[in-house]
């Protein structure tokens, strides 16, 4: 996929006022292995969570999933750019009083066909270690956030909000259809072109993931989880003018399957929508889809506005 300067991590930042009001309200978690996560994870925790008047109270994480938007095998380039964003976005944890988690997964340039930020077919059949199932490692990153803050007397749902934009839009989209148990709401932007359509078949095509879940198991070892995917409200935006396609790019999709949504779907991110938003009408899933227009590969104010709206009417 071409690099880009992506937006979604600043999404919420506006002025110094957004910026975390001590260093000490972001923790880096080291990574554990033996406790299911290989990567550091950061996590900012707004001071009115923490105070006791509030403390027993059950409060929310929104995972943003990192998308450093380049290719670096140096581990040091991720994290800095997560650092750097989580600070930024300190400012609308705040506000919404949620705690903010985000992992410091690879995006590797020698393996760069395995596409880690948009949690890509490669990154959930890959036999390296290293790279699999970064899904699964996110959980253990978040129960592990849980177990480290119940010690401090601070309650946090097992249920997580998100919310992606390009990479980690198809990152936000693909964890929810695997682990739609663990996700309260999800917000999810520009999806690479086609967010995955909750069907095995369309026309007589089996759709693969992550066009569809024809082999959904053999990806992920069990079957998607309709009935509770259907629970999870999804919010999912585009601007009408985003030409910002991961389907023509080799790290994202097998020309086969860019064949398959050409013809089935149309040859743009924009052409797709309907047919993507009439499946998962069809589907019965709570998705609410918007398009805005004269709006290219960013993210507006009006789409900052409706983020914050959507994923406040799921805080605890």
């Given at each position: 996929?071409?690099?880009?300067?992506?937006?979604?991590?600043?999404?919420?930042?506006?002025?110094?006022?957004?910026?975390?009001?001590?260093?000490?309200?972001?923790?880096?978690?080291?990574?554990?292995?033996?406790?299911?996560?290989?990567?550091?994870?950061?996590?900012?925790?707004?001071p009115e969570i923490r105070d006791a008047k509030v403390a027993k109270r059950t409060h929310t994480i929104l995972v943003i999933p990192n998308n450093t938007?380049?290719l670096a095998d140096d581990l040091n380039v991720h994290e800095t750019d997560v650092k750097k964003r989580i600070t930024q976005n300190a400012g609308f944890?705040?506000?919404?009083?949620?705690?903010?988690?985000?992992?410091?997964?690879?995006?590797?340039?020698?393996?760069?066909?395995?596409?880690?930020?948009?949690?890509?077919?490669?990154?959930?059949?890959?036999?390296?270690?290293?790279?699999?199932?970064?899904?699964?490692?996110?959980?253990?990153?978040?129960?592990?956030?849980?177990?480290?803050?119940?010690?401090?007397?601070?309650?946090?749902?097992?249920?997580?909000?998100?919310?992606?934009?390009?990479?980690?839009?198809?990152?936000?989209?693909?964890?929810?259809?695997?682990?739609?148990?663990?996700?309260?709401?999800?917000?999810?932007?520009?999806?690479?072109?086609?967010?995955?359509?909750?069907?095995?078949?369309?026309?007589?095509?089996?759709?693969?993931?992550?066009?569809?879940?024809?082999?959904?198991?053999?990806?992920?070892?069990?079957?998607?989880?309709?009935?509770?995917?259907?629970?999870?409200?999804?919010?999912?935006?585009?601007?009408?003018?985003?030409?910002?396609?991961?389907?023509?790019?080799?790290?994202?999709?097998?020309?086969?399957?860019?064949?398959?949504?050409?013809?089935?779907?149309?040859?743009?991110?924009?052409?797709?929508?309907?047919?993507?938003?009439?499946?998962?009408?069809?589907?019965?899933?709570?998705?609410?889809?918007?398009?805005?227009?004269?709006?290219?590969?960013?993210?507006?104010?009006?789409?900052?506005?409706?983020?914050?709206?959507?994923?406040?009417?799921?805080?605890?």
């Amino acid at each position: 996929m071409r690099n880009v300067l992506l937006f979604l991590f600043i999404l919420f930042s506006t002025t110094g006022a957004s910026l975390a009001q001590n260093s000490a309200d972001i923790i880096k978690v080291e990574a554990k292995p033996e406790k299911g996560f290989s990567y550091p994870y950061y996590l900012y925790m707004p001071p009115e969570i923490r105070d006791a008047k509030v403390a027993k109270r059950t409060h929310t994480i929104l995972v943003i999933p990192n998308n450093t938007g380049k290719l670096a095998d140096d581990l040091n380039v991720h994290e800095t750019d997560v650092k750097k964003r989580i600070t930024q976005n300190a400012g609308f944890a705040n506000q919404m009083k949620v705690a903010v988690l985000t992992p410091v997964f690879p995006r590797s340039e020698t393996d760069w066909q395995i596409y880690t930020h948009a949690l890509d077919r490669d990154t959930m059949t890959t036999a390296k270690k290293e790279y699999a199932r970064l899904d699964l490692q996110l959980i253990a990153m978040i129960d592990d956030a849980r177990e480290k803050w119940a010690k401090e007397k601070v309650k946090l749902d097992k249920k997580v909000l998100l919310t992606g934009f390009s990479a980690s839009g198809m990152f936000a989209n693909r964890f929810a259809f695997l682990h739609p148990e663990r996700v309260k709401a999800a917000a999810i932007g520009s999806p690479g072109g086609w967010a995955i359509a909750p069907t095995a078949v369309y026309k007589e095509k089996t759709l693969r993931y992550p066009i569809g879940i024809e082999d959904f198991k053999t990806v992920s070892g069990k079957k998607l989880n309709l009935n509770e995917l259907r629970k999870v409200p999804l919010f999912i935006f585009l601007g009408d003018k985003d030409e910002n396609d991961s389907v023509i790019f080799g790290d994202s999709y097998e020309d086969s399957d860019k064949d398959l949504i050409f013809a089935l779907f149309g040859k743009t991110p924009v052409e797709r929508w309907e047919s993507s938003k009439n499946l998962y009408k069809q589907a019965k899933l709570n998705a609410e889809f918007k398009l805005y227009p004269n709006v290219e590969h960013t993210i507006t104010k009006e789409m900052r506005d409706d983020i914050m709206n959507f994923l406040s009417k799921y805080v605890k």
